[in-house]
């Protein structure tokens, strides 16, 4: 196992002061999309220029942070009225994006190709229409494309990406060497050459592929594939040279990766795994955040147990009963949390409550930023 030998934030408020990149993983519905937006609020605040690129955020949250469906939401909007921040020239800012993978993929194209033409062959190719908008991975791999557009715009001195659930996530952090593996595969080789190579090679592979794509979909469908795959060819050095240049930066110092998980034994199980690939991979691991953990109630006195043990049906019985359940609920949640903690080693671990109302609101993510990063 190879171990991330890169510098380790001390806390999760030195990781939003110091890194370029944070990206927030972790399984589905735990609070990915909110504390990137809080950390990002926590960026702001510490005076710096940084832009959340969310995917799929709540609907509320989305408006909490101006990022209206359709009105170019892949754009970054600012976001405007956090308490606490100015808005003179050495102030932080926060701006927001939504992530939209077909719209970056058509942005690569065009940054890729010379031409319109050329630009035009791709992407009015019905294969390309269905490849970037739906092929498994390709959103992974969009995600962090455009990470890195934002990183090297020079724009930003923080770029935070929010990602889709863990199992996406492991697509996401190996899709860059996945499609330099895809660039070098014999089928993908053949498939590029030029006619006249192509008629005379028989790659068994190859003719396998094509046989099945036009028994599954028809002979128009594979005179588009292969198409598509030789327009691709104009800009495989490009792509190569992107992805092996992503692949860098997602494993540089300056980047720094966030587990968020929730107290619950299946989600920690999942972020365990999680923590194990990015380990593996020399991914930077800079912090856990473990978000949705139950209050402790407080220990009912020994002599008033006594007295409500032997309570009769009723609101008070029933009020007892969930004070048990919530006691015994929240021992689990934090017998699950000492494993997490054990895994983290020796990056910082920030626990969060479940609050009360969903988490809306600029004011909501402020409050959570304090949390996280613990200011003041
Ligand atoms: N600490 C919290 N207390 C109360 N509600 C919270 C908290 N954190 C997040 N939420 C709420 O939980 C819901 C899910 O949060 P969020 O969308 O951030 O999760 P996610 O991990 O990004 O989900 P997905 O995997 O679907 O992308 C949202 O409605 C959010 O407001
Ligand atoms: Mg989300």
């Known amino acids: ?63 909490a942070l101006g990022l209206e469906e359709g009105a170019a939401a892949d754009e970054p909007h600012r976001v405007d009225d956090i308490p606490d921040l100015g808005d003179g020239p050495d102030d932080g800012e926060l ?54 557009q934002l990183h090297t715009s020079g724009e930003w001195d923080l770029v935070i990406v929010d990602t889709p659930p863990s199992r996406h996530a492991i697509d996401l ?44 979909a028809g002979p128009q469908i594979v005179e588009d594939t292969v198409e598509f795959f030789r327009s691709l060819a104009n800009i495989e ?21 966030v587990v968020v998980s929730s107290p619950r034994a299946e989600a920690i199980g999942e972020s365990e795994h999680l923590v194990g690939a990015l380990r593996d991979g020399g991914f930077p691991f800079g912090g856990v955040v473990v978000n949705l953990i139950h209050p402790m109630p407080e220990p009912l006195a020994a002599k008033d147990r006594a007295v409500l043990e032997d309570l009769d049906d009723g609101p008070l019985a029933d009020h ?9 609920l929240a021992t689990a949640e934090r017998e699950e949390l000492a494993a997490l903690a054990d895994l983290a080693e020796d990056v910082p671990v920030v626990e969060l409550p479940l609050l009360a109302v969903d988490v809306h609101d600029v004011e909501g993510l402020v409050d959570l930023a304090d949390l996280l990063v613990g200011r003041g």
Not at 53 to 59: F, G, I, S, W
Not at 115 to 141: C, F, K, T
Not at 177 to 198: C, E, I, K, N, W
Not at 246 to 254: A, E, I, Q
């Open 173 to 216: 952090l190996e899709a860059p060497d996945r499609l330099v593996g895809f660039l070098s595969h014999p089928v993908y080789r053949t498939l590029t050459m030029g006619q006249r190579a192509f008629a005379k090679v028989t790659n068994a592979a190859a003719t396998m592929f094509l046989w099945a794509v036009r028994r599954l």
């Open 320 to 328: 007892v009963a969930w004070h048990d359940e919530l006691s015994q």
């Open 95 to 148: 701006w927001a994006l939504m992530l939209d993978a077909a719209s970056t993929f058509d942005r690569l194209v065009h940054e890729q190709t010379t031409g319109e033409q050329q630009a035009r062959a791709i992407l009015d190719n019905p294969v390309y229409q269905a490849i970037s908008r739906s092929l498994a991975g390709a959103h992974e791999y969009m995600a962090i494309e455009r990470l890195h």
């Open 1 to 63: 196992m190879t171990r991330n030998m890169s510098r380790v934030p001390d806390s999760l408020g030195d990781a939003v002061r110091t890194s370029e990149l944070l990206v927030t993983c972790g399984p589905g519905g735990v609070g990915k999309t909110t504390t990137a937006a809080a950390l990002g609020v926590a960026a702001a605040l510490a005076g710096r220029r940084v832009v959340v690129v969310t995917v799929d955020p709540a609907r509320r949250l989305a408006d």
């Open 237 to 257: 050095p490009g792509l190569r040279h992107r992805a092996e240049e992503v692949s860098v930066l997602l494993r540089d110092d300056v980047s720094s990766f």
